[in-house]
């Protein structure tokens, strides 16, 4: 017997699935343990081992592996719970940190927030500017040293730094991607005064174009490193301790992981790790149920994420934004639109109903949580509608108050709007899915998708409860609910699922024709180094693949597309075709006829993406089978439900989800309440557990 | 000066009642309206519903814009907008791009139903092209907009437009403009609307009229599907909005939208004081050689739920530095959607019911066919929302409710400066030094401006990377920096700008560059309560540099001295020549102070210094803080250096009576950081020394000091003599007690004394 363990430790829960090796699946779910985390990893063990019918020891000896995800980079950063670091650029270009390019006063905000002009400010720069020293040296564009490095006077910076106390030294030249001599020399300058000191150089880390985001990913990189190391070392040998063989495993944004030892040398790039979990699993799951385009909706208590599967692939980008500056990580596109379940509903200044983008948080939460919050949330609204169940919310082990929710929701939008609760009530909801769709179909349309070519997958607490209405409205074909053994712990399972990734990039910028010689040469270097990467990770591995792309532009055009390039020697023939590729997804993104081939194109950045594949698959396991009971034993009763301001109360029947078995099929309305949420299915849908036992919804309505 | 061309004021665009407008159109042109019962009846849920709903479909038309665009002035800068309009064209919904252009989309809508509905006609499946600035849809001839009537059922519902900046359409000069012009026949010929899509048909003809003109053919012709493409993508998710809740609702939705904002808008004005404010800024030269000072007048008056922009006294039209009516309506927009309505929907059409303009035909801000406005936009239009912002920024101050909102003036202009020559890979190049996009914002009440922020126009600027601007252009980057003193001296400090510092590289040729910008002999971005301005411009090309041989020798020049060579100071609108030995030091403008500089909390000073936001040196002059060798405030020092710098303040002025203590604060209603009211007494908040009566024009009959523009502090030009032959001062309005600034200025010597007069708390009537 032997196990795959995913844990995904998020800001309020820690969840856990243990893959077994004949097929099935077990989950649980503990509190997370602010701040150390590390307990609620062993604590969710621990549940899981004795759910098992074994002890810790017993479990982790039996493990191949632990995939984890973690909040840990993510949080300190947002935080500002960061190591005292120091930086050393290109002499005249230091203030390229707060300079920002200006978009770092409002990357990353709402439309609200960019409206409200004078609220908008900067975020103090990554590092104060006494410990951010230039050194004397110039490198140009073509990777030509202008101005040797002036090694005493670095010596002085360093010596500099270092009497400021710094913890690591982040260093990051300009064109040091096209020539790193000068921050490799740097780095045996700084440990010839500081041996041992944690030293990150961007032309290792990020060696990508534009100063401003490499300077910000290298920094951030060095902020997060002795943290994380921090986090996991201990960990890791307490988990040695229980007896774990196998290792342990850190998410990636990329949905690939990296081995514990070698994670903290590229901090910056787990900083998604907590959100690429559940795009990671709805892959897995949509190769299972064949399905080729997924849109994923992961809607918790405090936020909404979005992320989509195109063509059986998660949707990648190449930047990101963390605290308003511009990150260079290659990650799954994950984009957190809204408030989830803790959306408030508010009366604006004039008088208008608006949900969010505020939003209650875990504390004090939903009015009918009863924790001290008195704002109505979206949570309160279904409550009032009578789609919560106050006894048995998540499984009963959480009461909630419909006095309270009424209460908020009267005094915030039902007396000032002149509404009955009830009235109320129906105009959060519905604004709360109106709005939801209209924001899932930007993020789908701003991909170059349609809607109406995709299936949902609505997981989290609160999205299977609006998921019916969302969906409808976007247009796409059918919602799937996942459920059956992962329930619990969807992303925890996508943990589990993934397989060891690195990524090796180099900028060199050049203008088409590129001769084709260099750039094969240029993609076995970076493939030689992901090889090493995979390496040094220390885990066995059954195969290694590569993936091979270049970020292609029109010349003088913002917009950088990835696109894919052969393995092998490459032809001019196969650079032309790299083009053609090219401008075929550029019309697919921004529109038949938009290209502008008149200008040129030009070849940014090389990239190679390696996965090192794990021995264990881990798939979904079928559900019980049906057992012969017709679905109606289902049917645990009626209650009075809103499910459409247009048809008002009715009789809901109410199913558990646990008396129903795959191939059970009912019409809507219906509620089906599951011990992990509450699915809701409208009139116009048909709902079918499938052999998974995922709630499959098909949706007869229109989009609007 | 040009002279009027008959049969040119027809195409002057003005706003027109909607009833008129209605009245005015034929019968065979079927308007969709509903009446305010239905607006009235619409439930809370279906109103919330479809607002957001048109929000998504407003927003997608300009992420439809923004993708298909092939320009970098609209994919880079953001320099381009979007609306969605009602029947008559009151734009219901604008986006978050150029906010100027908001000012204009609408004014084409309105002449086109004018002068287009009977001949050639207004039909389902039609698009209008235009880019007369006069007719509107844009600022100057390089703002070109397609917009479309949009029908249903037979009737038309409404209009949607798409604006962009073309980067060549025709003219003398690459750009479209040019230091030289003497009309507008030296720029871009404006073309009013033409039906570029007939039948849902892009007409070939008419587009290759467009496009012909242009020096980039091919990128006009793009940016001119990329609009029709925005236009298509608003038309077809509007459809199915009305499909689903049908016509009338959505309209009344649209109507509430704009009544909303006005109404919002109106309950904001209701709580500030009735008055009139004061503001004047400058042009300083109207082309290349000129060495004139242009005047820009405001007199900005707030009565009940309404506000008037006055321009009256502005300086006629004059060489290129001119705007027609869009300018200064954009002007004001520019500085209102900030200041008052960031937290109001940005309906325009609601929005700008609220105020009236009055402006001269054939001024700088109202200039008449055929005089030249290519400039337009980034000049006095710009200066006008300058002087808008620093009139409602006073107003605000006098509520304790609204100081928030209070901000002193943003970097002043646009930096313009375009360089041209031959690339590293042998092919021609342009390029406008976009670094100059960080300007920085100005201080407000409870805070510093934001440091290289951006612009106030362009909320979602953008400055590029040193890097790919060495990559697509011939040049190295000695250094890219924020300027150390820039920002405007005050109790809260306004935001530092930057400077750049460039040098031919990897090209076989001289540069070409033109410089254009005013702001450089005297401020335009004002500060407030006697906060100083922000830094005055600064363009040099300095010839016949050392900046190559130290690099040779392995060593980067960090400072002016340190490049060497001669220094040519570039006036307000030059074309010069570049060297390859030659550099090219570029210094942008920096955000207005709030405050009087030596009420600044010394620990924010040291900080400061310590972060390079202030020299050690200014610390001591400006701010009268003192610092130990290890930068620590000397707390002593400091006192006894503000005591000394107030002492010089008072026998400037010639002060006699005994200082007063300003150690205290006097309590009272504010009126802005250093006066209260005492009854109808306007008294020093700081030493309680009495000020004036209230309602009157009393600061200018305060003490003053006027010294030579360098009292202002190392940001300021000292010698104005060599842009203007007026003579410029640094002037500051004294309390006679305490001798702290209740007004600092960096302005010509015949700048009007302050005349601002406004109501107290409860004495507005309505």
Redesign the interface.
Known sequence: MSYVIGIDVGGTFTDAVAARDDGTMISTKTPSTPPDYAEGVVTVLEDLAGRIGTDLHGLLSETSYIAHGTTSTLNALVIGDVGRVGWLTT??????I??????G??AGQG?EQ?????????PAPLV???RAKEV?E?I??KGSV???L?EDHARQAIRELLAEDVEAIAVST??SFRNPAHERRLRELVHEQAPGMYVTLSSELSPR?????RNATTIMSTQVGPTLSRYLEPLTDRLRGHGLRGPLLVMQGTGGTLAAQEAPKTAITTVGSVLSGGVTGATRLAEQLGHRNVICTDVGGTTFLVGLVVDGAPLQTTTTVINQHIIDVPMLKVQAIGSGGGAIAHLD??G????GPRSAQAVPGPACYDQGGTEPTVTDADLVLGILNPDNFLGGRKKLSLERARAAIKEHVADP?G?DVEAAA??VF??QN??TS??V??VV??SGEDPRDFVMYAFGGAGPVHCFAYGAELGVQSTVVPLGPSAAAFSAYGLAASNVGVVKEVSE?G?FPVPALAVTKTFEDLEAEARTALERQGVDLVDIGLRREVDVR?T????ELPTPVPSGTLTDADLADVIANFETRYAR???E??G?S??GFQFITYRVHATGVLPSTVTLPDADPADGAPVEAALTGTRRALLD?RRGFEDTPVYDYRRLRPGHRFTGPAIVEVPTTTVAVSHQDTAEIDRFGNLVLTHTTE?? | MTHPVPGSEIFNSRPVDPDVLRAGVPSSLRLHTVGQDAVDNL???T???I???L??VT??MG??LK??S?S?VV??ANDFDFALCDEVGQEVQIG?YNTFLAASLDLAVYWTLQNRAENPGIEEGDMFLCNDPWVGGGLHQNDATVYAPFFFEGQLFGWSSAVAHQLDVGGVAPGSWTPRAQDVFWESLPTPPIKVVRNNVLQRDVAEMWTRRSRTP??LS?DL??KV?ANITAQTRLR??LE?YGADTVKAVMKRIMD??E??LRAKLRELPDGTWHAQGYQEHSGQGDRGLYKIVLAMTKTGDTLTFDFRGTADQTGMINCPYSGVRAGIMSAL???LA?????AGGGLMRCFDIIADEGTMINASFPAAVGKGPVGPAWAAGNLVNECLAKMLDARPASR??V?SVCGGTFDMVALAGVD??QYPFVSLVMDT??DGYGA?VDRDG?????M?VI??????????T???SPV???????ETDSGGPGTQRGGVS?SV?IVP??TPAPLGGVFSGSGKATTMNAGLAGGYPGNTQLDMVLRGADAWNL?AA???P?SLEEVGGTRDIMGGEVETGIGLGDAIFVHWQSGGGYGDPLRRDPAAVAEDV???KVSAQAAADVYGVVLTADGEVDAAATEARREAARAERRSAAGITGAAASAASTVEGAELDANQVLDGATVRCRHCGTGLGTFGEAYLAALPRVETAPSGAGPHVWADPSTYVDEPVVFRQVLCPGCATALLSQVVPADHPLPADTFAGQHSHAH
């Open positions: 002499v005249g270009h230091r203030d390229s707060s300079i920002m390019n200006v978009v006063r409002y439309p960019v409206q409200d002009i004078l609220a908008t400010r900067k104060p500017k006494r004397i110039r140009d564009y202008i101005v040797p002036d300009l064109w174009i534009r100063e401003f985001s200044a004039g208008n109903l608006r949900v709007l509404l129906a105009a519905a604004v109106a709005q209209d924001l179909r930007k349309v701003e910028p203008t029109y003088m055009q913002l917009a993104t921004f529109g006829g938009t502008f008149a200008a301001p989009e609007a | 439930d809370p849920l109103y919330e519903v607002r957001h709903r929000w998504s927003d997608e992420e439809t993708r298909m092939g970098v994919t880079e978050l091919m990128l793009l599907r990329a493409g199915r909005l689903t909303d904002a109404q919002r959607l900030p200041v960031g937290d109001i929907p940005w928030k909102s901000q590293q890979r996009m960080a407000g934001v440091d290289t922020g951006g106030f909320p979602m600027g953008r400055a590029p990377d040193a890097e790919m060495e990559f697509t190295l980057l000695l250094w890219r920096r924020e930057g510092c590289h990897d690099l392995g060593r980067v960090r310590i972060e390079a």
